[in-house]
């Protein structure tokens, strides 16, 4: 175990290396800033960045970088090595604390929604000090923000960091009714992440796979996950040597990985770690994708993240597990044990149930994306319809509390908020109820809808943001509250009753629920094109720029972007689909047929009449089929082309969807149904069920 605690945060440049590494008053400011969020001055950061660039050194690091997340979904880094002139021409090594804290990379190919224009193409990246330095590959990363030259965020860092300002401030002004002595609140996150492994000889043999990262055709195979045989079973000897390689890395890095088993699918793996601060828990989460991809490779094998890399089988999210927490370390999702610790969680959860109601489109739209909708709505993951699990146990509760009705059959007494205690309903720490979109777990909630590739930081950007207003309202309506007891269950009822609507305890999956979802008037966005259509709904507008989130211009380039990169991985794999047919396929199915014509005609030619059946029908079957893919090819074609004449990026996103997905639908049926019709020697790739079962 000394082994294990020894390893963990090796190359982070932590607090403790800190407080070791630097002088004492340099540490306390240090601190300071971290717990203000106030710059470090520029004196102070010299300081850092020389012990910094010390420790680096003494680890063999030779380069640093801002490390970053640009609107790409991935991280960038761009390195330089510490290498400095010095005025009397020596070479040495160097760093600043001016290039600690701010860098300016050549920014012009990153996306920026058209917040930036080529020729002032410099973006800014900023240290972010909350979230530590860290070694990958010799290389001292950074963690730092990237926005433009007049300040707008053009990353995932920017937001997340304003919306975890935000649900500080607001969460603090509702505590201190309380009598809390708080000083700062956090959103803390636990991302369960989920990826298959195959093997990389099989890999490099599919074109899908390589340039989109998911099958573009497949016949569904013999075997997929129907006997569950593969989730939580044995780990194969080869994945267990990946996920303890991986967890050496991780551990290095200071990511705190703490579970891993198998999934549903064959080949599907899941890794869950210790839930940290928002902020810290996404550039993790960047940072485990990042290594999962790496060390799959040394094993042999690849890491795929999309979200629904095989059809037939489960595809790939996220489970974004979130709290909120005190400096002083209380969970505010705690139920806890006495009249006033219980009717601070129900305001609190009434915030959550307000927030998930009011802004629900806005929470769909920051899991939407071309991947993610091939899972959302299928029998698998959530539906894209968001609803609030709670149990049945705390629904009643709420009930009892809108209704004025007592608790449950035995007890008489009416449920004063902040006078009884709640009676006890059992923690649900167990996925009970997987089917639903954001469930509440006992004392966090797991919003399940986000897809297997995407940063977390959009997601919980919208969370924090959309918790904080209606906490800011809570704390206006019971601020000048005469009777603050009277006034708190009051707000606490009304809430109930104006945002049940959200709460839904039963199967997502069923169709009876899309029915009933749709007459309680919520949303069902079917498509990301759909979903982003209400991005920039006033509702929307008001509460980000209200909260200093996005400012209105930020948030059109990020509709912009969102679009822009929908139509792009629709493209993307409309031509992977096109060259493949045309030069794998078609070509290939021709001279299957040609072949059995062979054969018909030299058994024919035997004079023997021997039965001919298979090649008869396999003949004109694989004829018809080779016929109707070429012209489903035409179709695909044309569609792409007319979706790249389309100037709007939303207008295009909906073309892609209502006629290139289409289009990609009729291609891939063609094929696969040649593929079940054919000799496996003669296809051109390895079948879903070759992939799948790929990893001995
Ligand atoms: P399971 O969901 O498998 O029953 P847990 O509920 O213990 O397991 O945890 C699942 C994930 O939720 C883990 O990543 C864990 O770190 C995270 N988690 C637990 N508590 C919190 C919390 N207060 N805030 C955010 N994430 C949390
Ligand atoms: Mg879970």
Redesign the pocket.
């Known amino acids: 175990m000394s082994n294990l605690a020894e390893a963990f945060g090796r190359d982070v440049f932590s607090p403790e290396v800190m407080k070791e590494r630097l002088p004492e008053q340099t540490y306390a400011e240090f601190c300071r800033t971290l717990e203000t969020g106030h710059r470090l001055d520029l004196e102070t950061a010299n300081v850092v960045a020389g012990a910094m660039k010390d420790w680096a050194l003494e680890k063999g690091a030779t380069h640093y970088t801002h490390w970053f997340q640009p609107l790409t979904g991935i991280t960038a880094e761009k390195h330089d090595s510490f290498l400095a002139a010095k005025r009397d021409g020596r070479i040495l090594a160097d760093f600043s604390g001016k290039e600690l804290i701010q860098g300016e990379p050549d920014a012009s190919s990153f996306p920026s929604g058209g917040l930036r224009a080529t020729f002032e193409a410099r973006g800014y990246t900023a240290w972010d000090p909350t979230s530590f330095a860290f070694i990958k590959d010799n290389v001292l990363c950074i963690p730092t923000a990237f926005c433009s030259f007049g300040g707008e965020a053009l990353d995932e860092k920017t937001p997340l960091l304003r919306s975890m300002e935000a649900i500080n401030k607001s969460a603090l002004r509702v505590l201190k009714l309380f009598g809390s002595d708080a000083v700062s609140v956090k959103?803390?996150?636990?991302?369960?992440q989920e990826y298959f492994l195959v093997d990389k000889e099989v890999f490099e043999k599919r074109k899908d796979l390589i340039y989109t990262g998911r099958a573009l055709f497949g016949a569904k195979p013999v075997k997929g996950q129907e006997l569950d045989d593969h989730y939580f079973g044995a780990i194969k000897p080869r994945v267990a040597e990946f996920m303890a390689d991986l967890d050496r890395e991780l551990w290095a890095l200071g990511v705190?990985a703490?579970?891993e088993h198998n999934e549903a699918a064959p080949a599907q793996h899941e890794l869950?770690?210790?839930?940290e601060s928002a902020n810290v828990?996404t550039d993790h989460n960047q940072l485990t994708m990042e290594t999962m991809q790496k060390v799959a490779r040394r094993h042999g094998m690849v890491c795929l993240l999309a979200e629904k890399p095989f059809d037939g089988v489960n595809g790939s999210g996220k489970?974004n597990?979130?709290?909120?927490?005190t400096n002083t370390g209380d969970?505010l999702?705690e139920p806890g044990d006495t009249p006033s610790e219980n009717a601070q969680f129900l305001l609190f959860l009434c915030a959550v149930i307000a927030a998930v109601d009011k802004y629900q489109d806005l929470l769909r739209i920051s899991v939407a994306s071309a991947g993610n909708d091939h899972r959302l709505g299928g029998a698998e993951a959530p539906p894209a319809i968001v609803s609030i699990f709670l149990g049945e146990e705390l629904t009643e509760i709420l009930d009892a509390i809108e209704n004025d009705s007592p608790v449950g059959a035995k007890e008489k007494e009416l449920l004063k908020v902040g006078v009884h205690v709640l009676p006890r309903f059992p923690k649900d720490?167990?996925?009970r109820n997987r089917t639903s979109p954001f469930a509440f777990?006992?004392?966090?909630f797991?919003f399940r809808m986000l897809g297997s590739s995407a940063s977390v930081a959009g997601p919980n950007t919208v969370l924090n943001t959309a918790v904080a207003e209606v906490l800011d309202r809570y704390a206006e309506a019971l601020e000048n509250a005469d009777d603050f007891g009277t006034a708190l269950h009051d707000l606490i009822r009304r809430e109930i009753s104006a945002h049940k609507r959200i709460i839904f305890n039963g199967n997502g999956y069923d169709e009876a629920w899309r029915r009933e979802a749709e007459r309680r008037g919520l949303s069902n966005y079917v498509s990301t094109p759909d979903a982003l259509a209400h991005f920039l709904d006033e509702n929307n507008v008001q509460l980000f720029t209200n909260h200093r989130v996005f400012s209105e211009a930020e948030m059109r380039a990020r509709y912009e972007i969102m679009n822009d990169n929908y139509c792009k991985i629709v493209a993307i794999e409309a031509a992977t689909m096109l060259t493949i047919a045309r030069k794998d396929v078609l070509p290939s199915v021709s001279r299957t047929v040609h072949e059995l014509a062979d054969t018909l005609n030299a058994k024919r030619a035997t004079g023997l009449d021997p039965d001919c059946t298979y090649e008869e029908d396999t003949l004109q079957k694989l004829s018809a089929l080779t016929g109707r893919a070429y012209l489903a090819v035409k179709d695909l074609a044309n569609a792409t082309q007319e979706a790249r004449q389309l100037d709007a990026t939303d207008e295009a996103a909906r073309y892609y969807h209502s006629h290139v997905l289409p289009a990609m639908a009729a291609l891939r049926a063609a094929v696969d149904e040649m593929e079940v019709n054919s000799a496996r020697t003669g296809w051109c790739y390895p079948s879903i069920g070759a992939v799948l079962f790929s990893v001995k």
């Open positions: 959103p803390t996150v636990g991302p369960e705190p703490k579970t869950a770690p210790i839930f828990a489970h597990n979130w709290s909120l927490s969970n999702f720490t167990t996925d777990t006992g004392n966090k797991e």
